[in-house]
């Protein structure tokens, strides 16, 4: 099949695996980037609110035959949802869950909301009005941030009183002490959960695993699979595709969920490794051929990543 990802950048091991099964067609809105040369395909494109991307998009997506777009910026979900239907026109098949799960997982605190009306544990969380009375530490982060970026740890009322004006529309949540999972899952195109991966994150860099593992806990899988069969709401409104969970595990055992990304995170060339085809399994969804969950089969392995260099 013929696969388009957008914002490649250095997304060279998650190209890599789509290529031992498919055609890849890259974009991005700059030419120096790694990625570009482990494509079959590159085209330079504008950024995604400017006028012309979508158009853009549709007309590589028709020259190079495209069977499956896969976005990787989330600023683009929600203009890419809303233009669903042109892709559909074309033979394309947007591999992006439905607009309203990207709404509610764009923003921590519809996020919060989400999961507090769902009875689904997670951190306690108070916008920057609500915060009175609270135990330090505290975690505060943009409410629509993404990648780690200007996630601080609080360590007492000075702290506070300085990043709650330095980050913009933050909100704080209770800090929770125990380990931290990314959790990989793959969503069929009616939103059926087929795989579900927990990584644990042993060593992060940049808001990005660069040492993990994989991990059959069972109770991890089953909480997530109960979280992601409340995602799927009705026909318009389910997860389609990729799906990356985070979780703590505190020193009691519980289980808190903290986001859901919906798209594929940086580590999950560990969950192909450890045996989940995505590729295969996502050319199956879009022939309509039958798929049959394989929920907790993976093996257990550890990833340590490092650098590369592309030499020009």
């Not at 914002?7 to 974009?27: C, S």
């Not at 795989?195 to 109770?219: C, L, N, Y």
Request: aromatic share 10%.
């Amino acid at each position: 099949m013929k696969v388009l990802f957008t914002a490649i950048g250095r997304r060279v091991q998650l190209i890599e695996h789509f290529k031992k099964y498919h055609r890849v067609t890259g974009v991005d809105i700059e030419e120096l980037v790694p990625a570009k040369y482990f494509v079959d395909a590159f085209y330079k494109v504008p950024k995604w609110n400017d006028k012309d991307y979508i158009d853009n998009l549709l007309n590589i997506c028709q020259k190079e035959k495209i069977d499956m777009l896969i976005p990787l910026f989330e600023r683009e979900f929600t203009l890419l949802c809303e233009n669903r239907e042109k892709f559909n026109e074309i033979g394309t098949v947007l591999i992006l869950s439905s607009k309203r799960i990207i709404e509610i997982f764009n923003d921590k605190w519809e996020s919060y909301k989400f999961f507090m009306s769902n009875n689904i544990d997670t951190p306690m969380t108070y916008s920057k009005q609500e915060l009175k009375d609270c135990n330090f530490p505290l975690i505060i982060k943009p409410t629509d941030g993404a990648g780690s970026k200007n996630v601080f740890k609080i360590k007492d009322e000075k702290e506070l009183n300085f990043f709650i004006d330095y980050i913009e529309n933050p909100i704080i949540q209770e800090f929770v002490e125990g380990t931290e999972y990314t959790i990989d899952v793959l969503c069929d195109l009616d939103g059926n959960v087929i795989s579900i991966v927990p990584r644990q994150r042993i060593e992060v860099r940049a808001g990005e695993v660069s040492k993990g593992r994989t991990v059959k806990d069972m109770a991890i899988i089953e909480r997530t699979l109960e979280l992601c069969n409340k995602l799927k709401i009705d026909e318009n409104i389910k997860p389609i595709g990729p799906l990356t969970i985070q979780c703590i595990v505190d020193l009691k055992g519980n289980i808190k969920f903290i986001e859901v990304n919906p798209r594929f995170g940086g580590g999950v060339p560990l969950s192909f490794e450890a045996g989940v085809a995505y590729a295969e399994l996502l050319r199956k969804m879009v022939k309509g051929e039958e798929i049959l969950p394989i929920i907790g089969e993976f093996k257990e392995l550890t990833m340590l990543r490092y650098d590369e260099a592309v030499y020009i």
